[in-house]
């Protein structure tokens, strides 16, 4: 997922569990990832790919 589409469907996020911001923080230092994952963090967001479909 990137960071357009997670902004576009952040409506029908849900917030991040304290084991979901853990993970996110690992796998966070990857250049891939650092954009979308940070503002996940930033903004206490995460979003399953099944609500976009």
Same mark, same amino acid.
């Given at each position: 997922?990137?960071?357009? /589409? *997670?902004?576009?469907?952040?409506?029908?996020?849900? $917030?991040? /569990?304290? /084991?979901?911001?853990?993970? *996110?923080? @690992?796998?966070?230092? %990857?250049?891939?990832? $650092?954009?979308?994952?940070?503002?996940? *963090?930033? %903004?206490?967001? @995460?979003?399953?790919?099944? $609500?976009?479909?």
């Amino acid at each position: 997922m990137n960071l357009d /589409t *997670l902004k576009q469907y952040r409506q029908y996020g849900k $917030c991040l /569990t304290e /084991t979901d911001r853990k993970r *996110l923080e @690992k796998i966070g230092e %990857e250049k891939e990832f $650092c954009e979308v994952i940070g503002f996940m *963090l930033k %903004e206490n967001i @995460k979003l399953e790919q099944e $609500c976009i479909i």
